[in-house]
């Protein structure tokens, strides 16, 4: 990571001072990687929250399942309600809190979406051997994504279309995220590639030349005989929908759990 970083009040927690020092250059503008954006403590934290939410916030699909907060879109509008106070703490604030570059400072990932701070939340279950069909995020969002990973790590698999619609088979690059890990994906990655997670129970071939964000990574050496045996991982995704339902308000009391 860059020389100059930001000390938080968490401890051994440290984040860097800009995004720019964090920027995976291998892949189109704009992604940043940042390997310990949260604590233990919190991811451990976060997932007992996850785990003891009410069974009617998972959605069981065919192979896995996931939660949304503060609830599902509706004709790509969300209702107003605000997010859970363990979904937006620490995680909120940290995303306003790095700035874009050493010349901005006020700027943040955030700063020019509507709501100046993502409003939604996306959990993810990902058991090994299930994964996600490549798929672009829809015009429903500020092509902002931030992704937090807990509890294993995989790799996301980027995808460039063909000049006739058509999408390359093998991935043009592979993103290796870690527990605890922070991906940002913005620009005309969100708008103009797929991102999907395969189904498989290993990462193999990992190493410098086919991982994107390998020297970004907290523990490369973890990876050194080139596999990541994969266990279930969670992902936490924070988005900004842009059209909002003030309708929602007055629900905001039973979302807030």
């Not at 874009?100 to 090994?128: A, C, G, M, R, T």
């Not at 672009?136 to 790799?155: N, R």
């Not at 093998?170 to 999907?196: C, K, M, N």
């Not at 080139?226 to 308000?249: A, E, F, H, I, P």
Request: glycine share 4%; hydrophobic share 35%; proline share 7%.
């Amino acid at each position: 990571m860059a020389n100059e970083s930001t000390k938080l009040s968490s401890g051994s927690l440290t984040l860097p001072d800009s995004l720019d020092q964090v920027r995976i250059t291998s892949l189109p503008p704009d992604a940043y990687y940042i390997s310990d954006f949260i604590t233990q403590e919190e991811e451990e934290a976060i997932l007992d929250k996850i785990a003891s939410a009410p069974k009617p916030r998972w959605k069981q699909l065919t192979h896995r399942r996931l939660q949304t907060w503060p609830s599902d879109l509706v004709n790509n509008k969300l209702m107003d309600a605000p997010l859970p106070a363990w979904l937006e703490e620490p995680i909120v604030s940290r995303l306003r809190s790095i700035r874009l570059s050493p010349d901005s400072e006020s700027s943040h990932i955030f700063f020019d979406s509507p709501h100046q701070k993502p409003n939604h939340v996306l959990i993810n279950e990902y058991p090994p051997g299930i994964g996600i069909m490549p798929h672009k995020d829809g015009a429903a969002y500020h092509p902002v994504v931030c992704t937090v990973s807990l509890g294993a790590s995989l790799c996301l698999n980027i995808y460039k279309s063909k000049d006739d619609g058509t999408l390359d088979h093998d991935p043009a690059w592979r993103v290796l995220q870690e527990p605890r890990s922070l991906l940002i994906t913005t620009a005309s990655l969100y708008t103009d590639f797929l991102h999907g997670i395969a189904d498989i129970t290993e990462d193999v071939e990992l190493s410098r030349s086919t991982v994107a964000n390998w020297d970004l990574l907290r523990s490369p050496s973890d990876f050194a005989d080139g596999c990541n045996v994969r266990k279930t991982r969670t992902s936490l995704t924070y988005r900004d929908v842009m059209k909002v339902s003030k309708l929602g308000g007055k629900l905001g009391l039973f979302q807030k759990r």
